[in-house]
């Protein structure tokens, strides 16, 4: 598939969210399942770039913590994630969600919830961590594993992209970000059940989350949050490696203070 039909445009437009399958080649995952194997086993040498709740240590074996491993800027470690971003049947999809031909990279980054140990992650928006003017920024998360509750899956809240952006508990207590979890709680959210190579792509106002890895598979994922050119970030946001590449389209609006910041 490459356009979005009516049925589904109209599900995204009411969901905030939409499945979709069969977007890449069994040759294009597999080629990137591969590269991404090697990146976290790289960074698992050294010191992980981030982690949600618990240890990035080392110690693989330890029972005694939960937590999601996480690398950043994707792009700038192998030429196959540029298959994901890349990829023409993807950016047809992206054109009919976000209603642009013009298309731009915010940023990219993996999340690997290791077997009995991945942790849950809370209840959030997306537009905590970059505000954008018009809402226009979505998020592309390919599945590298098959996903469901049982080995951490992604939660939704169906619909609540329509309430624009809630409250920010997290701020309150530290850097990460999230919602009332008393008013969005995991048990109450709707599973996305996924396949390897389904692409889940949704808005950043949409309420989701994840739950605990508690089976004996890993689950994989990385994403790429990408906006509409015509947009831009409300008050001073770090620039991030890659920001504002086109990857469709073209940028007439390109304003200079932020061309400053690429270029200095």
Known sequence: MTRLTAEQKLFYKENGYIVLKKLMSDE????????????????????????????????????????VKGVH?????????????????????????????????????????PPEKGAAYPMHQDYHYFPYEK?????????????????????????SHILGPLEDQGAKEGNFHYVDQTKFPLENATPVIAEKGDIVVFSYLLVHGSSVNNSTRPRRMLLAQLASADDAPLGDQPARPGQGWLLRGVNVHRDASISKRFES
């Open 28 to 67: 294009d995952i597999s080629t990137i399942s591969k590269d991404y194997d090697e990146l976290f086993k790289r960074k698992n040498q050294e010191k992980m770039e981030s982690s949600w709740v618990g240890s990035d240590e080392n110690d693989r074996k330890s029972d005694s913590s939960l937590t």
């Open 73 to 113: 800027n994707l792009q700038y470690h192998s030429a196959a994630f540029n298959l994901f971003l890349f990829n023409k049947n993807l950016l047809d999809a992206l054109e009919d969600v976000m209603e642009t031909k013009n298309i731009v990279l915010h940023h990219t980054k993996a999340h690997l919830k």
């Open 135 to 159: 809402d226009s920024m979505v998020a592309a998360f390919l599945h590298l594993d098959a996903a469901d509750p049982e080995n951490g899956g992604l939660f939704v809240y169906p619909g």
